[in-house]
């Protein structure tokens, strides 16, 4: 079965720190990966797509890249109004599968 | 403005049905895939089913394919999740989402309909 694996489950992390989250797809998704942004009580907010475009309206401070089937979501330098639930998800084919989110906190 | 808007969600008891509807405005309804995600609560995000800007390719997840049914009416710019033989493991809150095009991410959700399935 297709699986994207997202690491760290839970990333306590400072004011200002770079932070990193990584997914990895078990099959060859090319770049058709989406990161999200779910803040406690809200709907997820869609940050980037085809693995490094960033959505419109969106902080530079996020960013995507991709190394093989490693995608990682980067914020450069960490706010208070980030802290939220990050998640992945494949959009090559189905199963449009999410990763099972990494939870940014401040330290 | 972009909007959806999802009904439909209640109580049901394990073996029963229950049909949810998202009503979208703002956009042109016949030009995008939508789909369904949810998300049972504490719990991360879980993606259901997508069905194409015509409406004649639909795509399930493996834990709902048989039981759930994904339509649209592009005439009312509504879209709709027919849920049956519905168990505990489908309580959730369930989002319509819009994709950004055809077989993409999804750029608009609605705030989500609560569907409880206990006895």
């Not at chain 1, 720190?17 to 058709?32: G, K």
């Not at chain 1, 995608?71 to 998640?87: G, K, M």
């Amino acid at each position: 079965d297709f699986q994207m694996t997202q690491s760290p489950s839970s990333l306590p992390a400072s004011v200002g720190d770079r932070v990193t989250i990584t997914c990895r797809a078990s099959q060859d998704i090319s770049n058709y990966l989406a990161w999200y942004q779910q803040k406690p009580g809200q709907v997820p907010k869609l940050l980037i797509y085809a693995a490094s475009t960033l959505q419109s309206g969106v902080p530079s401070r996020f960013s995507g890249s991709r190394s093989a089937a490693d995608f990682t979501l980067t914020i450069s330098s960490l706010q208070p109004e980030d802290v939220a639930t990050y998640y992945c998800q494949n959009y090559n084919d189905a199963p449009l599968t999410f990763g099972g989110g990494t939870k940014v906190e401040i330290k | 403005e972009v909007q959806l808007l999802e009904s439909g969600g209640g109580l049901v008891q394990p073996g029963g049905s229950l049909r949810l509807s998202c009503a979208a405005s703002g956009f042109t309804f016949t030009s995008y895939t939508m789909g369904w995600v949810r998300q049972a609560p504490g719990k991360g995000l879980e993606w259901v089913s997508d069905i194409n800007d015509s409406g004649g390719r639909t795509y399930y997840a493996d834990s709902v394919k048989g039981r759930f049914t994904i339509s649209r009416d592009n005439s009312k710019n509504t879209l709709s999740l027919q849920m049956n033989s519905l168990r505990a493991e489908d309580t959730a809150v369930y989002h319509c989402a819009k994709a950004k095009s055809s077989g993409s991410a999804y750029d608009i959700w609605g705030q989500g309909t609560m569907v409880t399935v206990s006895p």
